[in-house]
């Protein structure tokens, strides 16, 4: 089963007729830079579904969800809506994140290999953190 790269590349050549791998120079550096900036935006989108705003550190919701309550939707339809809404944006992320990781001539196996490594890494230093404070 293809991974999220591979969706992705399959999108990519259907709605555009080309491998982001086979971009070179001024074409390739510009969708690097169109890909990260579009990635960014998404990223942005999902901190914007949460109300983490510091100068808002007293409200009762700071550091949740941002739910859209109206008269129809309230209590669980607000919070089910508001988790939809998240649920599409990490489904953008996903979708830069991949034509980014198939610009590098990466697979969806690359990223998970590289994300597993940082998890190990982050785990060490974690506990090295720890046994210095004890």
């Not at 009762?60 to 939707?73: A, I, M, R």
């Amino acid at each position: 089963m293809p991974g999220f790269v591979e969706e992705q590349l399959h999108n990519q050549v259907l709605t555009y007729g080309k491998d982001p791998l086979e971009m070179t120079g001024v074409e390739r550096a510009q969708y690097i830079r169109d890909m990260t900036l579009a990635l960014t935006e998404e990223l942005h989108e999902l901190l914007r579904e949460n109300n983490w705003k510091p100068w808002h550190l007293g409200r009762q919701d700071y550091g949740g969800p941002k739910l859209n309550v109206t008269e129809d939707n309230h209590g669980e339809a607000a919070v089910n809506a508001w988790k939809e809404r998240v649920i599409l944006e990490f489904g953008d992320v996903m979708c830069f994140l991949g034509n980014l990781a198939r610009a590098h001539g990466l697979t969806t196996e690359d990223v998970i290999i590289g994300h597993r490594a940082k998890l190990l890494e982050n785990r060490q230093r974690h506990a090295d953190q720890a046994t210095a404070r004890a």
